[in-house]
């Protein structure tokens, strides 16, 4: 089915794109196999479905399964079209694969018919083991690594550093990620902190 998008032209005009092409683009059923990393609503699933039947691995990355979770947290309609898109994946992949054991746990908690095994595949790198080193016993230090997003708890991170620092801790709170959407006050809340750049 043609796209509505011109990937040949997105992909030549990307700053990163392109070196990564290691030949031309190629028909799905030339891959040895596929992908599938992120939320797409225009994937023919019945095609990868014949794909991974006829024996081309299709491999699907699942994040989490928020949505389902905590609709609350989505726009209105947002749980309908990612269950939908969930259920589809499933139906196709012949493999999947979540990063924690918790979706892993979330995904077979549904109770759908899940057809492919489930691996995780923890994100990060090994390191070797280092002896941590010693801090004060009364400091705390906070590290949260994330898309600043609304469903990601920036702001409830954010009062807990305010109730610590108020109280008389020794605290320092680092954020890191991308700024998301819909987020613009939480953002200025951080930077706007009277401890910005310094706890």
């Avoid at 941590?132 to 705390?140: A, C, E, F, M, V």
């Avoid at 109280?167 to 819909?182: P, S």
Wanted: aromatic share 8%; with cysteine.
């Amino acid at each position: 089915k043609p796209s509505d998008y011109d990937f040949r032209h997105l992909l030549k005009s990307s700053k990163l794109g392109q070196p990564f092409l290691s030949k031309t683009l190629c028909e799905p059923g030339e891959c040895d196999a596929i992908l599938l990393l992120d939320i797409d609503n225009g994937i023919d699933f019945l095609r990868l479905r014949r794909l991974a039947d006829s024996g081309i691995p299709v491999v699907a990355l699942i994040h989490d399964v928020l949505p389902l979770l905590y609709p609350n947290w989505f726009i209105e309609g947002g749980r309908r079209a990612f269950q939908l898109f969930l259920q589809q994946t499933l139906f196709a992949a012949s493999q999947l694969i979540t990063t924690t054991e918790k979706v892993r746990r979330d995904i077979l908690n549904l109770d759908w018919n899940i057809r492919p095994e489930i691996e995780v595949v923890p994100l990060g790198a090994s390191f070797p083991v280092q002896r941590p080193r010693n801090l004060p016993g009364s400091q705390i230090s906070l590290l949260y690594v994330s898309t600043v997003e609304p469903r990601k708890g920036h702001d409830l991170l954010l009062d807990a550093f305010d109730l610590l620092l108020a109280d008389g801790h020794d605290v320092d709170l680092t954020i890191v990620g991308y700024k998301g959407w819909n987020i613009d006050d939480t953002v200025n809340r951080i930077i706007e902190h009277a401890e910005y750049k310094r706890r």
